[in-house]
């Protein structure tokens, strides 16, 4: 049995050819490619490849919706980087919750994974349910969370009532407010991760479960041995995506705290909208954006890197 | 037969010990364990639903009520009368409207650019190709708000600021789903376009009359994909939109949330309109939209 992995892309393979290809033939495949491509990449131009370097160049400008553009240079970047202590805590709170939200969000959606990939039945039931949170309006559900972390008639701290836990003030307590966010988020998003590591699960070959079994290895062993070296490529994945996602938080910042108490929860993508559409200096928010994105891209690269000593491709 | 790339020795050594321990339990493993397995994921599925069923009861609750302490689970009193209030006190209709002319469109726009973009990748030679194809691909990587202050400056020198096609026309051409298709079209036979390029098809009719009517579930997972997205979308509609007129419901509930801070029971209401359609449409076309994030899941092979 071949695996999908030995299967060559039709891409690759050398086609082979009806007739031998005229200039003609060439120029009339190339017109059509244009053709074919030309609305996407028009859009795909203006609205993505030169905005990208725009926000660049806006970078350098005093830039304010109002009164014009100024060129300054690295000002907005040396002010970013030296001077903006609210710059600081939007950074710190964005990697805090990164690395927090993609931790758990990961975990739980591997462990609910595996609990969904057993064979019995009503598993696509239960996957529905897990996923529901995933597609559900963001906004809506930070309010009802919002409501959830009320800390005299809240759910959460009537419920750690009962235990006999004083609940802190959650939102309103600079503490609680980010792993308030947090929760939310992992709860928000652990099903779309479950979903991906199903996906990776029910790849890998049922004949590797049962050689383990005939030479006697425990579920514990199978586990280690076969499933996290096989699920390794979709955790890559899982994490990259994770990452990218969590660094662009900013829906259940706005409505559940707006960024407080004081700038507990500010994110850097709250930031930009506050530097650049509630106080109107573009340039500045621009220089922020960049900075979230080289972040992003140190990220993305460092994963990439390290990958091949963890990550196996069969 | 075994596989050559499981780690048989170290399985093996340290197995052989407990292997009659094991098959001693095993019989009472095998009964219990559906139940554990079951026990945990309905406590788990509970905990998940909660706040979801938690906003729905409280939609129905009186203003009174909703302060209570503790709070009730279930209303005392039903008022269905809490959804009307909330529907008359915004333009939920309007702002559900909006929703979906905006999130209809882009998906539409999307697909069909996406789709055009995706065979000529996936099937035709062209010089620049490669390099064309990794810009593509190297901008999933960007996040979306690097872009949303040129945007947005490109959009008031247009007048596109509070329009629809200010909210619609920016949104609507991605790399993502180029790349979804093209990975999609790759899989399709090229002998059955070659079938018909011998008999003198055009590109352009290959594509209408073989690659589209074979890409059904995919352009169907993206479209589901794009219009479950979009309705969710937040910042480009904030930014975008200042009047009634052109809002989403997403945007039309922060609205909402700032004139209603306290009147739970409204507020959750209006969650749960804004909410409604999109889990309907996702109950519907669940199957859809799994495959979309399994098929975005390809990269990691």
Redesign the interface.
């Known amino acids: 049995m071949a695996s999908r992995a030995t299967v060559p892309r039709p891409a690759e393979t050398p086609r082979t050819e009806l007739a031998p290809r005229s200039w003609r033939q060439r120029d009339h495949e190339t017109l059509a490619a244009y053709l074919f491509l030309g609305p996407n990449i028009i859009g795909f131009l203006i609205f993505t490849a030169i905005p990208v370097v725009a926000a660049l160049v806006i970078a350098f400008y005093d830039w304010d919706l109002l009164l014009g553009a100024k060129f300054i240079g690295l000002e907005n970047f040396r002010e970013l980087l030296f001077d903006d202590e609210n710059f600081r805590a939007a950074f710190v709170n964005t990697m805090v919750f990164t690395v927090a939200n993609v931790a758990l969000s990961v975990a739980i959606g591997l462990a609910i994974a595996l609990l969904v990939n057993l064979s019995l039945r009503g598993m696509v039931l239960f996957r529905s349910i897990f996923l529901l949170p995933y597609v559900t309006v963001t906004v809506a559900l930070s309010l009802v969370w919002k409501w959830l972390y009320l800390p005299e008639v809240g759910l959460i701290n009537q419920t750690l009532g009962l235990v006999g836990i004083d609940g802190p003030r959650w939102l309103t307590d600079s503490t609680w407010a980010m792993p308030a966010l947090i929760f939310l988020s992992v709860w928000k998003t652990f099903g779309y991760n479950m979903v991906l590591f199903l996906a990776g699960l029910q790849n890998i070959p049922e004949h590797l479960y049962d050689a383990a079994k005939v030479d006697g290895a425990s579920a514990a062993q199978r586990f280690r041995d076969i499933t996290l070296p096989m699920l390794s490529p979709t955790m890559f994945f899982v994490v990259v995506i994770s990452i990218i996602g969590s660094f662009q938080v900013f829906d259940q910042a706005l409505v559940m705290t707006a960024g407080g108490p004081g700038t507990a929860t500010t994110t850097l993508v709250l930031y930009i909208y506050q530097r650049g559409f509630q106080s109107g200096y573009m340039g500045y928010a621009s220089s922020i954006a960049w900075a979230l994105f080289a972040v992003v891209f140190v990220f993305t690269v460092i994963q990439f890197r390290i990958q091949r000593r963890w990550v196996s491709y069969d | 037969?075994?596989?050559p790339?499981?780690?048989?020795g170290?399985?093996?050594a340290?197995?052989?010990a407990?292997?009659t321990a094991?098959d001693r339990t095993k019989p009472l493993m095998a009964t219990v364990w559906?139940y554990i397995?079951?026990a945990?994921?309905i406590g788990?599925?509970f905990l998940?639903?909660?706040?979801?069923i938690?906003?729905v009861l409280?939609s129905f609750k009186s203003s009174a009520e909703?302060?209570?302490?503790?709070?009730t689970w279930l209303p005392a009193t039903w008022h269905p009368g809490n959804y009307r209030d909330a529907w008359n006190a915004a333009p939920f209709g309007r702002y559900l409207a909006n929703t979906v002319i905006v999130a209809g469109s882009v998906m539409i726009l999307e697909t069909?650019?996406?789709a055009?973009?995706a065979?000529?990748?996936?099937r035709?030679?062209?010089?620049g190709?490669d390099i064309?194809f990794l810009?593509?691909l190297g901008?999933l990587?960007?996040?979306?708000?690097?872009?949303?202050?040129?945007?947005?400056?490109?959009m008031?020198e247009l007048g596109w600021i509070d329009t629809y096609q200010g909210l619609i026309?920016?949104q609507?051409?991605s790399?993502f789903g180029?790349f979804l298709l093209r990975q999609y079209f790759?899989?399709i036979?090229?002998e059955l376009e070659?079938a018909a390029?011998?008999d003198g098809a055009s590109?352009?009719e290959i594509?209408r009359r073989i690659i589209l009517p074979l890409s059904g579930p995919a352009l169907a997972t993206l479209a589901v994909f794009i219009f479950?997205f979009q309705?969710?979308n937040?910042?480009w509609p904030?930014?975008m939109s200042n009047s009634e007129g052109t809002r989403p419901?997403?945007v039309g509930?922060?609205a909402f949330?700032g004139q209603y801070a306290t009147d739970?029971n409204l507020?959750?209401a209006a969650?749960?309109l804004?909410?409604l359609p999109?889990?309907a449409m996702?109950?519907v076309a669940?199957r859809w939209?799994?495959r979309g994030?399994?098929l975005?899941?390809f990269?990691?092979?």
């Open positions: 037969m075994t596989d790339r499981l780690p048989t170290r399985l093996g340290t197995m052989r407990d292997v094991r559906p397995a079951y945990a994921l788990l599925a998940t639903l909660i706040p979801i938690w906003m409280t909703v302060s209570a302490s503790p709070p069909i650019t996406s055009l973009a065979y000529s990748f996936a035709l030679r062209f010089p190709r064309l810009a593509y901008t990587m960007i996040p979306r708000q690097v872009t949303l202050i040129p945007q947005f400056i490109l008031r026309i920016p609507a051409f790399a180029t790759l899989g036979p090229r070659d390029r011998i590109r352009w594509f479950l309705w969710n937040l910042l904030l930014v419901v997403a509930l922060r949330q739970w507020l959750m969650a749960g804004a909410t999109v889990v996702y109950l669940q939209f799994v994030i399994t975005s899941g990269g990691g092979r």
